[in-house]
């Protein structure tokens, strides 16, 4: 069965720093991955994806991601973070099947101060 | 864009009663999902479905049920609600047609409280 770890329950970073969150996962064949964000009182939205190809993702709100096969990482990154930023950031791996089911990390919630 | 559209943003309900939390998707989807998520443990998939009266258990399926009577509906009942079902809920949806490469879009959840 696939599991993703997210090691880091809460961050807090300086407006316009640098910001990388991690991400590992299990899975026994190549993973499909996902970075999705939720802020306060919302649902999930989607950030990015990754499922073949380049390495490097890029997706929405100018953030990208990283897929290390030898480490098992998809991080998550972003090279100056705005204060719209803050929010709870979840990493998935998908499995295949007839639906595509996900199973999710604890989460990251990202502080932004001014 | 696809809308994922769930009946409720809060619910306070009572031990013992019958809850249905009601999803509708605009965008012909095969598949939808429910899942609860608690601080911590991240979302957990409680059921979900890919096609109509099509069901399949997720990873927490116990004292939750489910209907698909039609495409775009899907609903998660509570047959006897407890206090430890307490939790936010939020459903998605996404399409099968093209694979498996589809991600899934989510409602904006419904926080449910069980007194």
């Known amino acids: 069965a696939q599991s993703v770890t997210q090691p880091d329950i809460h961050i807090t970073v300086s407006e316009g720093a640098s910001l990388e969150l991690r991400c590992n996962y299990s899975?026994?064949?190549?993973?499909?991955l996902f970075w999705y964000v939720q802020s306060p009182g919302q649902g999930l939205q989607l950030l990015l994806k990754y499922f073949s190809g380049d390495t490097l993702v890029q997706g929405i709100k100018g953030f990208e991601a990283e897929f290390k096969r030898s480490q098992s990482s998809f991080n998550l990154r972003k090279p100056s973070v705005h204060w719209s930023d803050a929010a709870e950031y979840f990493c998935?791996?998908?499995?295949?099947?007839?639906?595509?089911?996900?199973?999710f990390g604890t989460g990251t919630r990202l502080q932004v101060t001014l | 864009d696809v809308k994922v559209t769930q009946s409720s943003r809060y619910l306070v309900k009572r031990t013992g009663e019958k809850v249905f939390l009601e999803c509708v998707q605009d965008m012909d989807h095969e598949n939808m999902f429910w899942y609860r998520q608690d601080p911590g443990l991240g979302l957990r998939l409680i059921y979900f479905?890919?096609?109509?009266?099509?069901?399949e258990k997720g990873d927490i399926p116990e004292g939750y049920s489910v209907s698909r009577e039609k495409k775009e509906r899907f609903s998660l009942i509570l047959e006897s609600a407890s206090t430890n079902q307490t939790s936010m809920y939020l459903c998605?949806?996404?399409?099968?047609?093209?694979?498996?490469?589809?991600?899934?879009?989510f409602g904006d959840g419904t926080r449910l409280s069980i007194l």
């Open positions: 479905s890919y096609d109509v009266k099509m069901k």
């Open positions: 998935a791996v998908g499995a295949t099947g007839t639906a595509s089911k996900l199973t």
């Open positions: 998605a949806s996404n399409n099968r047609d093209r694979g498996f490469n589809q991600p899934q879009h």
């Open positions: 899975y026994g064949a190549t993973p499909y």
